[in-house]
């Protein structure tokens, strides 16, 4: 049975900055691309970073890349994302996500999903 738990969510203050982080299990982790997807209030599911097998390649939303930083242990089965400088409009439930073969940024291209742990960030 596949399982992906995030953690490392909460409530911050604009300007700060927040890593959240998934571990999974029941998986291949290193056959899998990781991915990080956000929902905030009344908004749909948006893609926001992904990393490759081996961690050499990474894609970002233009919302985040400048700011962000997504990052892999496959020895440990856990990926990470690290957000700066965090703005309210950064507030939503992260997921992680994996899929196989290669990088994209459609959600319905990920096969297995977490269960979300939420983001809050204050002004």
């Known amino acids: 049975q596949v399982q992906l738990v995030e953690s490392g969510g909460g409530l911050v203050q604009a300007g700060d900055s927040l890593k959240v982080s998934c571990i999974a299990s029941?998986?291949?982790?290193?056959?899998?691309?990781m991915g990080w997807f956000r929902q905030g209030p009344g908004k749909e599911r948006e893609f926001v970073a992904a990393?490759?097998?081996?961690?050499?390649?990474?894609q970002y939303s233009d919302t985040v890349k400048d700011r962000s930083t997504i990052s892999r242990d496959n020895a440990k089965n856990t990926v990470h994302l690290q957000v700066n400088s965090l703005k309210p409009e950064d507030t939503a439930v992260y997921y992680c996500?994996?899929?196989?073969?290669?990088?994209?940024?459609?959600?319905?291209?990920?096969?297995?999903w977490g269960p979300g742990i939420q983001v809050t960030v204050s002004s």
């Open positions: 029941g998986l291949t982790f290193n056959s899998y691309v």
């Open positions: 996500a994996a899929k196989l073969g290669y990088i994209q940024v459609l959600a319905e291209l990920y096969r297995y």
């Open positions: 990393v490759s097998l081996g961690g050499d390649n990474t």
